[in-house]
């Protein structure tokens, strides 16, 4: 598409963030451009879990039932021990869909990119492709960017969504990502190719073990089974840079239960995903130029809310800029700093505890020995409809610090 006039907001990278904030910005009435490195919009990876604290927020851009129509809404979530498969605990789905008034669902991250592509083009968000974004600099009335091409563009706002690696993640912060060592293999694969695998198709389960874990649930209308293997590699411990190759995968399950040792045969060998994140940072905004989702955030994946917090993102911007906007006046237009200020006050402080839970998680999954044994008793003993660990997470997005619900810490073990 041709550029139709300066926009209000470049946003850079046009993955489920970028998409996302495009949208929620485009919904307010502003122009709103999208510039990807990629030559085609697109996601890879298979499935994806979206907590009520997403699917609430789908709901009110109108996009939930597109949303179900594509994804599966399992039972339960179910948590077993990798080795002897016994069950530790679990949450009942349809009983979280009513503490929360929306669902936990699973769906394919091509279908949930897909949904808010489309989304974006109805809102009359423009979106280009083929365009790397390789330098940002504020200007006097809002912020540039630079292309890898040699020019550059200027807007009142730029959101930087460029993902983990980010390039305004470097130039504006510095820092470096931290390596957890673990790395994950992924799969989908028709639903009969697992069915003798003593599967439970109707539930999300994870087994967690010693220095690994595996998930599994059914995508696509249960079409399809989504797999992810998690282990520690040797050699990432042994301070090897090509760690979590193939040859590993095989090593880490071997003394799993079957259901799992199943599972690995079926898993992608051409490509995995190393378990990299980086330590929470206060500030995002930097004048007119915002980190948005991975860029700002990137969690190890164990809450399952990577790309949930970077929906939530553009959603709470988008407020605080309707905020402003409500009480701008005519000459001045609206606040983007107060928005800004605002965005960062809450955003940074819930995706620092999410970030640090996902670590703690990580550790208590994948304890050994005696302590793997503590825990198992402890998770046992939790009663199903406990739900003082999700409620500070799957309940509405807060708007401001005031709004965020007290965390809940993981039991040290
Ligand atoms: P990205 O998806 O990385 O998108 C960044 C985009 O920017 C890309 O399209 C890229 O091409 C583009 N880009 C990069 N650099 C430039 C540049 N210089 N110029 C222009 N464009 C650029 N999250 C959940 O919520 N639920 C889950 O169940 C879940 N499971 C996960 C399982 C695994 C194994 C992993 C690895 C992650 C999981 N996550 C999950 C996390 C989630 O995938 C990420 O947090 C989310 O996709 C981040 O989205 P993003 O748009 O911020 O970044």
């Known amino acids: 598409s041709t550029p139709a006039g300066r926009p209000d907001v470049l946003v850079v990278g046009g993955g489920i963030g970028g998409l996302s904030a495009a949208l929620a910005l485009g919904r307010q009435g502003l122009r709103v451009r999208v510039l ?14 979206i907590a009520p604290n997403c699917t609430r927020i789908l709901a009110e851009y109108g996009l939930l039932e597109e949303a179900r129509a594509l994804g599966v809404v399992p039972q339960n979530m179910v948590m077993r021990d990798a080795l002897d498969s ?8 349809r009983d979280l869909e009513r503490r929360y008034g929306f669902p936990y669902m699973v769906i394919h991250r091509s279908d949930l990119h897909g949904i808010f592509l489309r989304a974006c083009a109805r809102a009359g968000v423009e979106l280009l ?11 006097a009335e809002g912020a540039l960017i630079r292309l890898a091409d040699g020019s550059a563009q200027e807007a009142p706002l730029v959101i930087a969504a460029d993902g983990l690696h980010s390039v305004a993640r470097r130039r504006l912060v510095g820092d470096a990502v931290v390596s957890s060592g673990y790395v994950a293999y992924r799969a989908a694969v028709p639903i009969e190719q697992v069915r003798d695998n003593g599967i439970a198709e109707k539930d999300v389960t994870v087994y967690i073990g010693p220095r690994c874990h595996f998930v599994q649930y059914a995508l696509r209308g249960g079409d399809m089974f989504n797999q992810v293997a998690v282990f520690e590699s040797p050699k990432a411990r042994a301070g090897r840079a090509d760690w979590g190759t193939p040859d590993e995968l095989d090593a880490a399950f071997e003394a799993t239960c079957d259901t799992v040792r199943k599972g690995i045969p079926l898993m992608w060998r ?31 994946q164990y809450m399952a809310q990577g790309a949930i917090m970077a929906i939530e993102d553009g959603w709470v911007l988008a407020r605080h800029y309707a905020r402003q906007a409500g009480a701008a006046c005519a000459e001045s237009g609206p606040d983007w700093q107060a928005a800004l200020t605002a965005y960062e006050a809450v955003r940074t ?12 998680w990580g550790e208590l999954w994948h304890l050994d020995g005696e302590r793997r044994l503590r825990r198992n008793a402890i998770m046992r ?26 965390m809940f810490t993981p039991i040290p073990l």
């Open 129 to 139: 492709t083929d365009h790397t974004v390789s330098g940002y600099d504020n200007t």
């Open 36 to 49: 990807e490195r990629a030559k085609e919009f697109g996601e890879v990876g298979a499935g994806l879990q």
């Open 270 to 300: 051409d490509r995995w995903w190393q378990m990299l994140d980086r330590d929470p940072v206060a500030t995002w905004v930097h004048g007119r130029i915002a980190l948005l989702g991975d860029a700002a955030h990137p969690p190890l």
């Open 86 to 93: 016994r069950e530790l605990t679990r949450l009942d789905l």
């Open 349 to 360: 402080e819930h995706c620092r505890r999410v970030q640090t839970t996902a670590r703690a």
């Open 381 to 406: 003993a939790r009663d199903t409809y406990d739900y003082s660990f999700t409620d500070w997470v799957y309940g509405p997005t807060a708007l401001t610090p005031a709004e965020e619900p007290p």
